[in-house]
Nanobody
Framework: QVQLVESGGGLARPGGSLRLSCAAS????????MNWYRQYPGEERKLLAR???????EYEDSVKGRFTISGDPTKSTVSLQMNSLKPEDTAVYYC?????????????WGQGTQVTVAS
């Protein structure tokens, strides 16, 4: 059973930075996307940033220019650099790695890490 372990959450001041990291307990083959989601209390998880197999990235509008996703599929790791943090970035953040082998898809999730932005 593959587990994704997140680290790097915590408290930051407005305007500050945090870096979230996510690593798989075992190597994951066939990765086609690596993602970060965030979830506000009482709401569904929302896709924040995506890293595609070819290296292209996509971002939710509210974090464009502030957050940067990076990852290494060969090491099954993905990170999220968060700069210029705002109080509205306060949420639980989840990493997600998706793979496909032949016709079988699998989704792996981290346990979630709390990010709090407050002065």
């Amino acid at each position: 059973q593959v587990q994704l372990v997140e680290s790097g959450g915590g408290l930051a001041r407005p305007g500050g930075s945090l870096r979230l990291s996510c690593a798989a307990s075992k190597s994951i083959s066939g990765i086609y996307t690596m993602n970060w989601y965030r979830q506000y209390p009482g709401e569904e998880r929302k896709l924040l940033a995506r890293l595609n197999r070819g290296g292209s990235t996509e971002y939710e509008d509210s974090v464009k220019g502030r957050f940067t996703i990076s990852g290494d599929p060969t090491k099954s790791t993905v990170s999220l650099q968060m700069n210029s943090l705002k109080p509205e970035d306060t949420a639980v953040y989840y990493c997600n790695i998706n793979r496909k082998i032949l016709e079988t898809s699998q989704r792996f999730w981290g346990q979630g890490t709390q990010v709090t932005v407050a002065s």
